[in-house]
């Protein structure tokens, strides 16, 4: 069974850092794109970040220079390293697998798991 | 960037009812890598359609998506008490991009 555990969410001052971590089971990260998405309270989703199976990685407008995704194969997990945190990224933060179908031979653009989500609230 | 304009921003109907919520690109989306979720309080986004038109595991066959280029719809046919929620659209193409939503509420 696929799963996605979110942690490392919690309360922040603007300017300061945060590691979110993505603990993923019943599939290989390494073999699938990873996405961060988060969602600000109250309103829509909002891409972060994505990391290839082939390690290719790409960030959002708002994010970029500040944010760094990651991931260690060894234990599955992924990562979100945020730093310069501003009051408006204060969101809950997905971690999600980008699908494949065909045994992974093609990509559809959409994000099939999910996990529960962590709250980040940037605020003095 | 490509943006989507969903519309309406709610629909409120009555179980039975049929739903049709639009999508809109600001232009064409590649591929039609036009993805549909449905959201409901304090739980993450559900996948329902890929490509378009293609229903992911374990979606009912009330729910069908179709449209292509730049205009999409999401049809559920007759609602059910559990598919109140908000539906969001989604492209990935150089950079993902969310529509800002739908409520799908109870009348």
């Known amino acids: 069974e696929v799963q996605l555990v979110e942690s490392g969410g919690g309360l922040v001052q603007p300017g300061g850092s945060l590691r979110l971590s993505c603990a993923a089971s019943g599939f290989s990260i390494s073999s699938n794109h990873m996405s961060w998405v988060r969602q600000a309270p109250g309103k829509g989703l909002e891409w972060v970040s994505v990391i290839y199976d082939a390690g290719n990685i790409y960030y959002g407008d708002s994010v970029k220079g500040r944010f760094t995704i990651s991931r260690d194969i060894s234990t599955n997990t992924l990562y979100l390293q945020m730093n310069s945190l501003r009051d408006e990224d204060t969101a809950v933060y997905y971690c999600a697998r980008d699908q494949c179908i065909n045994t992974c031979a093609s990509r559809t653009g959409a994000f099939d798991y999910w996990g529960q989500g962590t709250l980040v609230t940037v605020s003095s | 960037e490509i943006v989507l304009t969903q519309s309406p921003g709610t629909l409120s109907l009555s179980p039975g009812q049929r739903a049709t919520l639009s999508c809109r690109a600001s232009q064409s989306v590649s591929s039609n890598f036009l993805t549909w979720y449905q959201q409901k309080p304090g739980q993450p986004p559900r996948l329902l359609i890929y490509?378009?038109?293609n229903r992911a595991t374990g979606i009912p066959d009330r729910f069908s998506g179709s449209g292509s280029d730049t205009d999409f719809t999401l049809t559920i046919s007759r609602l059910e008490p559990e598919d109140f929620g908000v539906y969001y659209c989604q492209q990935y193409g150089s950079s993902p991009t969310f529509g800002g939503g739908t409520k799908v509420e109870i009348e």
């Open positions: 490509i378009a038109s």
